[in-house]
Each structure stands twice: as structure tokens, then as C-alpha cells.
């Protein structure tokens, strides 16, 4: 099938305005101030301005207060959010809590948790890592027993974006016992995230633009009808909400990818060295045009998973294991390359490359690193030819 990467010109409008948008609002002075001197790590009238351009709700129908676009549209976003190296939890409360309700959401839910989302009014997270770190059923050891019309969650969650900002926490814990590893008997509750028994703690991590948390649930009382999808049935909801969030995180890498690539070039054109501006060497044009290609490859890969996503393709999985795998290394492999370009000026607290070196190694392992991305395509693979 032949697919077409154009942009309508709708899209353009949308990709032109976020530009814009996050030049004025987003400036690295401003991402720099949420990172090291807000405990949030998001400005609420940036935040607003987002609800009110309608970036928050883009992807919900309109009877929830969105625009009805489609998962394309949001990757268009996530480009420019990744160049911009936005900070904040749009990923955690559009993602991880926004989409997850839309797709196996009560009515009521969607009625009541979209449009507070749509509007700015409501922060969410996911709550699903917890010791070991790994995305499995296995990892799950929080618990949520029932009483009368209430579960009373028990256990303590890790890596938890966002935590200190959220209004409402998308938990996931064990509703009865099961075989080890077995996705059966998870289930997903939205919890206060503001309740007296949600103790979140900082995290020093990597990419500290997007805060994390450990989070212990000391006896979290949930109403039974604050249950997102069936009882015992959250994993196959995981697993979706998972696939979504690393197609976007690949937009991320594109977008990023793109920064670096112009901010290099532009340095090695303007910077002399022996006399001459550094780009006029060979060894380091050969660099810089392996970075080119990266971000070339990366781009058509990401455009192909969206693409697939917004058509709810049969090739989705391996479409977004095939793009986050090689985005994830590309980024990688772009920002050590512009550090190194840009000499000692790059390994400097100053410069914003660091930011991009980070979030690279952050974006790498969330959702899955690379090696386990190029893992799952080769099972896609081996179960075709079988």
C-alpha cells in the first residue's frame, strides 16, 4: 500500500501554529525555570494557553470537549514539542489518562474526566511501574481489595510522571491472584492523586523536564465505579495506552533530532577554527551527514507508525517498534554527535544541548528501549514467515 506523508492544509496550519506557539511561550529560558526552580515542573498559564488552543482535547470527539482530530494530528504536536524540548505533563495527562479513558472508559467517565482535561482543569499520570521498573504484568504487586463499594489500594509505584502536579492518578494493581506473568487479574483505577494516602516522593532522574516520582499508596480508597475497563481485564488497556505513548515519544525524537541537526550545522558554519569555519572540514561534514540521515530515516518511519495509528492499521505494533527502535538509537546518536561538534562549548551547563542529550537517553527507555522494540519486530517477523 502506497501511503502518503503529506500534510493537508489543516496540518500545516496546526504544525505552523504550535511552532509559533512554543517559540513565544516555550523559549529555553522558560524550560530551563521548570526544571530547576519549579517543583511541579509546569507553568499553570502555559498550561491554560494549551487548553485554550485546544491541544489538551485534540484527540477527544467533541461531545467531550475536544476537536475530534485525529492520532496524526497529535504526532504533528509531539514534533514540535520535541524541538521545543517542551516541559509539563502533556504526555502523562493526554496519554496516559486522557486516551486510556476515551478507549475503555464508562461513559460517565469520559463525560466527567474529558472535558475537566479538554479545558486545563485536570492533570493525570499513570501509576504502573513499580520495582524492578519493567513493563510486565509480573512487575504489578500492588494490590486492590475490595470493600463494600470501595478497593483499598496497597503497594508503592516508581517512575511516576508528573505525580506532584496530578489531580487524578491512573493506577494499576492486582484484583486477585494469578499465575506468575499472567496478564490476567490487573485492574485499573483512577484515584485521587491529591488523597492524603498518596505519598509521592522526587525522583532524581535523567531528564529532569519531566519530574518523576515514587509513589506509595498507603490504603487508597477508590469507588468501584472509578474502575477504567473490566475488572481483572487493565493489562490489554496497558498495552494500548503503552503503544500510544512511544508512537508519540518518536514524533519527540524526531522533532529533537531536527533541533540538533540545525543547531550543529549552524554552529560548525559560524565557528573558525585554523581560519576556516569548522563545517569546511571533511571529517566533520561525514558526521554531520550521518546525522542528516538519521533524521531523515527516523522521520519516515515515525510518519509511517502515524499513519498506521490513525487508520488503526493491522500494522501498527511493528510500525511502532520499527520507528521507536531506530528514533530512540538515531537520538542517540545525534546528540553525542552534537555535543562532540560543538567542542567544549557542548559539554557546558550553558548550552542547551544537554537538554536534548538527556531527554534522548530518557525518551530511549521509556516504553520500551530500543532493544526491546528491535525484540518485538523480530517476533512480528518470525511469526509472519512462520
Not at 485492574?187 to 509513589?215: C, G, I, S
Request: net charge negative; aromatic share 8%.
Amino acid at each position: 500500500m502506497v501511503m502518503d506523508y503529506s500534510f493537508s492544509e489543516e496540518q500545516e496550519m496546526l504544525r505552523t501554529m504550535a511552532r509559533d506557539f512554543l517559540a513565544k511561550e516555550c523559549p529555553k529560558t522558560y524550560v530551563r525555570e521548570m526544571m530547576e526552580h519549579d517543583e511541579k515542573g509546569y507553568s499553570p498559564e502555559v498550561w491554560k494557553k494549551m487548553a485554550d488552543v485546544g491541544w489538551l482535547g485534540l484527540v477527544f470527539p467533541e461531545e467531550y470537549g475536544g476537536t475530534g482530530m485525529g492520532f496524526r494530528d497529535l504526532m504533528i504536536l509531539g514534533d514540535e514539542m520535541g524541538r521545543a524540548m517542551l516541559p509539563g505533563p502533556f504526555v502523562s495527562t493526554v496519554l496516559l489518562v486522557g486516551m486510556p479513558i476515551l478507549m475503555a472508559g464508562t461513559e460517565e467517565q469520559k463525560k466527567e474526566y474529558l472535558p475537566k482535561i479538554a479545558n486545563g482543569d485536570m492533570i493525570g499520570t499513570l501509576a504502573v511501574l513499580e520495582q524492578d521498573g519493567d513493563l510486565w504484568p509480573g512487575s504489578i504487586k500492588t494490590t486492590a481489595s475490595r470493600r463494600g463499594d470501595e478497593y483499598i489500594i496497597r503497594g508503592k509505584k516508581l517512575f511516576v510522571p508528573d505525580a506532584k502536579a496530578a489531580d487524578v492518578m491512573l493506577c494499576a494493581a492486582r484484583t486477585k491472584r494469578a499465575e506468575e506473568g499472567s496478564e490476567d487479574g490487573i485492574t485499573l483505577f483512577l484515584a485521587n492523586a491529591k488523597d492524603h494516602a498518596v505519598w509521592p516522593t522526587e525522583l532524581k532522574t535523567m531528564d529532569m523536564t519531566r519530574k518523576q516520582y515514587e509513589v506509595d499508596l498507603n490504603n487508597v480508597a477508590v469507588p468501584a465505579a472509578n474502575i477504567v475497563g473490566e475488572l481483572h481485564q487493565g493489562w490489554p488497556v496497558i498495552k494500548k495506552v503503552a503503544l500510544q505513548a512511544a508512537a508519540f515519544l518518536t514524533a519527540e525524537m524526531a522533532g529533537g533530532m531536527d533541533w540538533v541537526l540545525e543547531t550543529t550545522v549552524e554552529y560548525l558554519k559560524t565557528r573558525i577554527a585554523f581560519g576556516r569555519p569548522l563545517g569546511s572540514f571533511q571529517a566533520l561534514k561525514h558526521r554531520i551527514a550521518d546525522v542528516c540521515s538519521d533524521c531523515e530515516m527516523g522521520r519516515s518511519l515515525m510518519e509511517w507508525a502515524a499513519l498506521c495509528m490513525n487508520s488503526d492499521s493491522t500494522d501498527v505494533p511493528v510500525a511502532v517498534s520499527m520507528a521507536k527502535a531506530f528514533c530512540a538509537d538515531a537520538y542517540l546518536r545525534a546528540t553525542n554527535a552534537g555535543v562532540q561538534l560543538h567542542g567544549g562549548l557542548g559539554f557546558t551547563w550553558d548550552h542547551d544541548m544537554h537538554l536534548y542529550f538527556k531527554r534522548a537517553r530518557a525518551n530511549n527507555t521509556a516504553f520500551g528501549d530500543s532493544n526491546y522494540h528491535r525484540e518485538l519486530v523480530a517476533q512480528y517477523l518470525n511469526a509472519e514467515v512462520l
